[in-house]
């Protein structure tokens, strides 16, 4: 474990910068949903939170590390504060997203060891070379999924869409069934 007293001010003031740069994870809302007239659509954070949740029972399911699968999701669109949430239309109109360099800028002056654990997560991330990655990756698509099946059920019905892509660019066993287990469960289950 690493002494806390041998963080100076100045890295501290990096990392608590770096807090305040993620807190517009909050306010950076989804942007295909707009195109889907969804009035108050969830943050890039709202997103995240259930990713995280997700990637961590696929994992689990498919005999990844949970707790790594879940950590790689958290850390999948932390880009986006600097890029924004870029919508299926506007991806083909713009310069592909380096997501490992948007996280090495992000990160540059904070310490070595904060800068390589960043580095190293959305690396594997991007890479999708290991079963947690596969795992997480599924989990954004199928937090989308869910998102779009609570849209559709509180009356929008332009969400095909994004449950049909979804759906077909899952690639985990586990994924595809808790996907067909969604499409035919109400969102109230829970309550029951």
Partial sequence: MTDA?????E???EIAAFA???GGLK????????????????????????????????AALEGGDPAKASHMAVWHDSQEVRTRDL????KPFLPSVDHVAVTAAQVAHMPELLRN??????????????????????????????QALEYRAA????????????????????????ADAALTTSPLKWRQ
């Avoid at 007293?5 to 001010?9: A, I, N, S, V």
């Avoid at 959305?122 to 999924?145: M, Y």
């Avoid at 009356?155 to 808790?178: F, H, V």
């Fill in 117 to 146: 654990l960043l580095h190293d997560t959305v690396s594997e991330f991007e890479a999708q070379a290991t079963v947690e990655a596969v795992c997480a990756r599924d989990a954004d698509r199928l937090e989308c999924l869910f």
């Fill in 11 to 13: 890295a501290a003031a």
């Fill in 27 to 58: 306010r950076e809302s989804r942007k295909g949903w707009n195109d889907a007239l969804v009035a108050n659509p969830e943050s890039v954070a709202d997103h995240t939170c259930r990713t995280a949740q997700l990637a961590a029972l696929i």
């Fill in 20 to 22: 305040y740069e993620l």
């Fill in 155 to 178: 009356g929008n019905g332009l969400m095909q869409e994004w449950i049909d892509d979804s759906y077909s660019k899952l690639k985990t066993t586990s994924a595809i069934r808790i």
């Fill in 5 to 9: 007293h041998q963080l100076d001010p």
């Fill in 87 to 90: 919508n299926k239309a506007a």
